[in-house]
């Protein structure tokens, strides 16, 4: 009989951090478009192993907030340290090639492709061997091809995808497309994830299931998690600790329980005049 | 009890002792597959017996003994087949569970089983049964077998299957007897041990432990193998629940008696793709798969391009011509088995491959009655489907059509072995080779369901027909009578209508009155479908449900079914005389049809009262209010008149054969 397929753990890469610690802080950092102040003087952490939410009302940027984290955009003032390390500037390959992948607020996927194929290629990073070794298909190229798929696999069946394996995305209903998309940030095995409205547009079975893989990918990954996320309930029952942005300030953060009583978020969430 | 089997040097008798011995017959063939990260792995009749070993000898090792019961639960997985065998191994009884019931029903069921160990899939069930733990005492350790988020519980009573098998392994290690003595115990045993006990789906009341002997399902599975030739070289697919009879039967006990080669699916969303890939040789699926895989071939062939509609319709068409007598190798033209031919390269094989039917030389559906358009549909594509009738306390088959004797509304001849019987009140008797030993802790259910000679009382209603095939009516408590003394089956007449596409529901009257009556629903899709091509226009159900047009086509239906009924001898006496057809459709909301849409009768009878009435008192239309609930929750009431309409009921003839009874 063919030899049996053994379970691949997934899992981040130890990078000598202890959960607790600081993985990534964030100081002092502003970002302005023209004369417009997307973020104002903003100083937070996230600690290895925990799950982060950001949240606060529309345009109080948030998803700015994640750009900045991932290089993406390059903040005026204030610095950003990564594993002890302070940069300022830093474009968003580099951020990945340093185990921070991420998800997007409205999907982003190769819609022509399969459900395979789009996770495939969240492990283009992990690959060694070039181009032309992978033209070929034949020998080491093959060799890594084949443990890539595994790892692969493994999302697949974690994520409980296998169904629409080789389904193009374009084809599946939005909650499943985030699912795949979730499972692309989750072949590059990243250290941080970071998610942009996970749940947007999911309907309560999906937020639930959502919520499932989110949990499971920080316990049995070991992943750090920041995360943006709308729906209130989703985010006390989840996450950690929650930091809150209004107009590009912070105003709140700590454990869910102190963040529902303080009195700016709960100005920030009713509407008060400003 | 005198040596039997393998004792007595003859065949085995229980499953571990055809687990051994297919070990050693069919040692490198297949024996499991399951689709695991993308491809399907696959385990030998010997890997599988050392899997099978190493837990049962972890099993013996955690202090499971003779007749303890342990429970199985979860899908279709190879490690939960293996828990079936190596319990048996050790004379312990496997009880499997629905893995979907809720856990109400979950602890019910261990805790009248007293179940001391639990084998499960996953977390969900773990935790579905540890929500519940005080309600079961007996059971003390959950064996797990897929370690996801399972991975910080308290692990003193949960053990990982994989650990269980490390233990079994190890034990074997430190004893070398350990394993001559475990298949000593297995060929030890003469068969006159509870192999399972299966609990019924429990639609009337609390489920019903089901215990079957070790030898009696043996027997039958041989029995049925026999009956469809399978070889070693069949393959099935495990998708149906594994703690329903149906699966326990095709799969596992004609598995390991015939040493074919079972595989499972990857997930239960992936049956279908599984399917085209595995192509299996034996296939059971209950009617409605059929109908829902007919409804999604229809629906693709909608948007096929012209050319491709075209070649599809003359094929069917050819198909239904030709394609049953083929198939039961009557003659046909040469013309046609030319077309036919043709027909099977451009049409027929392809689609056979799209549904996964190109290997099969066997399938088999039960469990109500099947269309028979949707039946003569796949026949004539050249799959050999048939019909049984089978019941848990029978170890399923009671019935079977053979090859070449099928028809779409009888369930066929007893089956090798089985003795039928009619009793009195038309209800099915039978004594079979699987026969149920009884049920468990509860004698007087037993008593109950078995007569004073000792049959199987099945609570259904049945005839045979000229050729001896058994024909299901109804249930036996629904069969009444007419006051002309007619036999009345409301579930007969009601099926008969309802393959009509036009008709979506149908409820009978007639028991303890003069003629039989019918109300019916319209199917909105189809019959809306029809008004359209013939520029019927209509606002609303309730219009299109009145329209004289309506009235004449349901008219015309009910005529062919009282053409079918008086052709019947013992069915002419119930033809149909009135029908009205319902302004609104029967609802679950409105409380009409149970969750699971079946008809409510007495809540009928209560609802529509007048409409009854005026079913029997001649009158021509009746004007009704309903109260309704839309799918918002508001209510309403709804006023028609309703149509009654009288139909055409031929003269009872004497001429027909009698049955050969």
Redesign the interface.
């Given at each position: 009989?063919?030899a049996?397929?053994q379970h691949v753990e997934l899992h981040a890469e130890d990078d000598g951090l202890n959960p607790g610690d600081v993985m990534l802080k964030v100081d002092n950092v502003s970002l302005s478009f023209g004369g417009v102040k997307a973020i104002s003087d903003i100083s937070f952490d996230i600690l290895k192993g925990e799950i982060r939410a950001i949240i606060g009302p529309n345009g109080a940027g948030k998803t700015s907030m994640l750009n900045v984290i991932n290089g993406f955009y390059h903040p005026q003032e204030g610095v950003i340290t990564f594993r002890g390390q302070a940069r300022s500037r830093m474009q968003p390959y580099e951020a990945a090639a340093s185990g921070i992948a991420r998800t997007f607020q409205n999907v982003a996927l190769f819609k022509g492709m399969s459900t395979?194929d789009n996770i495939m290629s969240g492990r283009t990073l992990k690959m060694h061997k070039n181009f032309f070794w992978q033209v070929l298909n034949v020998g080491p190229a093959r060799d890594e091809e084949i443990e890539h798929?595994?790892k692969v696999?493994?999302i697949?069946?974690?994520l409980?995808i296998?169904?629409i394996?080789k389904t193009p995305v374009g084809k599946l209903p939005y909650g499943l497309q985030k699912r795949v998309e979730l499972g692309r940030a989750l072949a590059m095995e990243p250290d941080l994830l970071l998610l942009d409205e996970p749940m947007a547009g999911m309907n309560l079975e999906e937020k639930e299931d959502m919520s499932r893989f989110i949990l499971?990918v920080n316990?049995?990954m070991g992943t750090t998690i920041a995360l943006i996320e709308h729906d209130m309930g989703v985010v006390m029952d989840i996450s950690d600790r929650v930091v809150v942005l209004d107009y590009g300030r912070k105003i709140g953060d700590g454990p869910p329980d102190d963040v529902k009583n303080n009195q700016d978020v709960i100005d920030a969430y009713l509407g008060v005049s400003h | 009890m005198e040596a039997t089997g393998v004792t007595a040097g003859g065949k085995p008798v229980t499953f571990p002792q055809y687990m051994l011995l297919n070990a050693k017959r069919f040692a490198e063939r297949p024996a499991m597959r399951i689709k695991d990260y993308g491809i399907w792995q696959t385990w030998s009749w010997g890997e599988q017996r050392d899997e099978i070993r190493a837990f049962a000898l972890g099993l013996k090792a955690m202090g499971l003994a003779e007749g303890e019961r342990i429970a199985i639960v979860g899908s279709n997985r190879p490690r939960l087949y293996w828990a079936f065998c190596a319990a048996q191994s050790l004379k312990a009884i496997p009880v499997p569970v629905y893995a979907d019931s809720v856990a109400e029903e979950m602890a019910y069921v261990l805790d009248h089983a007293g179940v001391r160990f639990a084998v499960v899939q996953d977390q969900e069930q773990v935790d579905k049964i540890q929500s519940v733990a005080a309600d079961i005492p007996a059971l003390t350790d959950i064996i797990f077998d897929e370690p996801r988020g399972l991975r910080d519980y308290e692990r003193t009573h949960l053990h990982d299957f994989a650990d269980v098998q490390e233990k079994g392994r190890a034990a074997a290690s430190a004893n070398p007897s350990a394993i001559s003595d475990w298949e000593a115990g297995i060929w030890a045993s003469d068969g006159s041990e509870i192999s399972a006990i299966l609990y019924t789906s429990g639609t009337t009341g609390r489920s019903k432990g089901v215990m079957l002997t070790a030898a009696a399902s043996v027997k039958a599975a041989e029995d049925t193998a026999k009956f469809d030739n399978m070889t070693e070289h069949d393959e099935v697919l495990a998708y149906l629940p594994l703690a329903w009879v149906g699966d326990h039967y095709l799969n596992y006990a004609q598995g390991y008696a015939v040493g074919l080669c079972m595989s499972c699916p990857e997930s239960p969303e992936t049956v279908a793709q599984n399917l085209r890939e595995i192509g299996p040789t034996f296939y059971f699926a209950p009617p409605r798969v059929f109908e829902g895989l007919l409804t999604s071939v229809m629906i693709r062939m909608e948007d096929a391009s012209r050319l491709k509609k075209w070649l599809f319709d003359h094929y069917l068409g050819v198909a239904k011509r030709y394609g049953e007598k083929i198939l039961e190798g009557r003659s046909v033209p040469l013309s046609g088995r030319i077309s036919y031919w043709i027909g099977d390269k451009l049409i027929y094989g392809p689609l056979r491959n799209v549904l996964g039917f190109t290997r099969i030389r066997t399938a088999y559906t039960a469990g109500e009655a099947i269309g028979p358009d949707l039946f003569s549909f796949f026949r004539s594509l050249g799959i050999n489907l048939k019909q049984l009738y089978g019941q848990t306390e029978a170890f399923l088959y009671v019935t079977a059509q053979k090859d070449g004797e099928v028809r779409p509304d009888t369930v066929g001849p007893a089956a090798p072995d089985v003795e039928i019987r009619i009793a009195e009140n038309g209800e099915v008797q039978f004594k079979s080779p699987g026969m149920f030993a009884g049920y468990y802790g509860d004698e007087e259910k037993t008593r109950e369901t078995l007569t004073p000679d000792g049959w199987v009382m099945t609570g259904d209603a049945g005839i045979f027909d000229a050729q001896g095939h058994l024909k299901i009516i109804d249930r036996a408590k629904d069969v009444g009578k007419l006051t002309t003394g007619a036999l009345y089956a409301p579930k007969y007449i009601e099926n008969k209508l309802k393959f009509f596409p036009n008709i979506k529901e149908a409820v009978a009257f007639g028991d303890g009155r003069d003629f039989v009556a019918v109300f019916l629903n319209i199917d909105l899709t189809a019959v809306g479908n029809w008004a359209e091509r013939n520029n019927i226009s209509y606002g609303s159900y309730q219009e299109l449900a009145g329209l004289p047009q309506v009235y004449e086509m349901m008219t015309g239906h009910i005529n062919q079914v009282n053409r079918d009924l008086a052709a019947e001898p013992m069915m002419a006496g119930a033809q149909i005389k009135r029908f009205l057809v319902l302004h609104k459709e029967l609802d679950a909301d409105d409380g009409e049809l149970t969750r699971t849409q079946k008809v409510r009768r007495s809540f009928l009878a209560d609802r529509y009262g007048p409409l009854i009435e005026a079913l029997y008192d001649g009158s021509a239309e009746k004007y009704i209010e309903t109260e309704m609930t839309f799918e918002d929750g508001r209510k309403g009431v709804i006023r028609a008149t309703v149509k009654v309409a009288d139909a055409e009921v031929l003269p009872v003839s004497n001429t027909m054969p009698e049955a050969a009874e």
């Open positions: 009989m063919n049996r397929i395979l798929r595994l696999e493994e697949i069946d974690f409980e296998q169904h394996r499971d316990s049995q | -």
